[in-house]
């Protein structure tokens, strides 16, 4: 499932990993739409589209809305066992993360205490990972049979690749284990010092 420009429109198209058939147009609307992310058991997709948060369910292929705030949504992201739905709001003046509750969404708890975006979630569901003030943030969260969420500590800094286009939704990702992180890393140049050549510097000792 990808997201490609069609007349200055970005629609969601799919296609088979193997590349065996050609790209099927999924949802085609006249907004924006950007995949977020794909259920566990392969029957939602969670995908941005204007501001608000949509699903696109499988393999009947159709759409409806999931969250609208009056604000700006993004970044939406299932938790692994299904249950509920961590994404980033700028309804407070700044981005936040926050989570609901899926299928329906009841409720919203707000994880990031300073400022956040990006949340993923860990392969064991007991943690929230976020970027934060160009650092890696972790808060440890319940999501059994309610949810709850403890206080976000910093894990280490961060320099990431700025965000120059709606087209770019992350710039990093975390494996299952929650241990390794892959982050798409601006890369500053190297101070350099000033420095002069001496050519033909022998001559005088000749003389």
Do not use: C
């Amino acid at each position: 499932l990808f997201a490609s420009s069609r007349q200055q429109v970005f629609k969601l198209y799919m296609r088979n990993a193997d590349g065996a058939q050609e790209e099927t147009l999924v949802v085609p609307t006249d907004t924006d739409s950007f995949p977020n992310d794909w259920s566990r058991d392969g029957k939602h997709v969670l995908y941005g589209r204007g501001r608000d948060l949509w699903l696109l369910t499988l393999p009947e292929l159709t759409s409806s809305l999931f969250l609208k705030a009056p604000a700006t949504l993004k970044n939406g992201q299932f938790s692994p066992n299904g249950k509920w739905v961590a994404y980033a709001s700028n309804e407070s003046g700044k981005w936040e993360v926050y989570v609901t509750s899926f299928p329906a969404a009841r409720g919203e708890w707000r994880v990031s205490t300073g400022g956040g975006e990006q949340p993923r979630w860990a392969g064991n569901g007991r943690e929230i990972f976020f970027l934060a003030d160009g650092k890696i943030m972790a808060a440890p969260v319940s999501t059994e049979a309610a949810f709850d969420h403890g206080t976000p500590v910093a894990l280490f800094d961060v320099n990431p690749r700025e965000i120059l286009a709606a087209s770019e939704q992350i710039v990093y990702d975390v494996d299952r284990s929650g241990q390794r992180f892959l982050i798409n890393t601006q890369v500053r140049k190297a101070e350099t010092q000033r420095f002069s050549i001496v050519l033909n510097w022998d001559a005088g000792l000749k003389k």
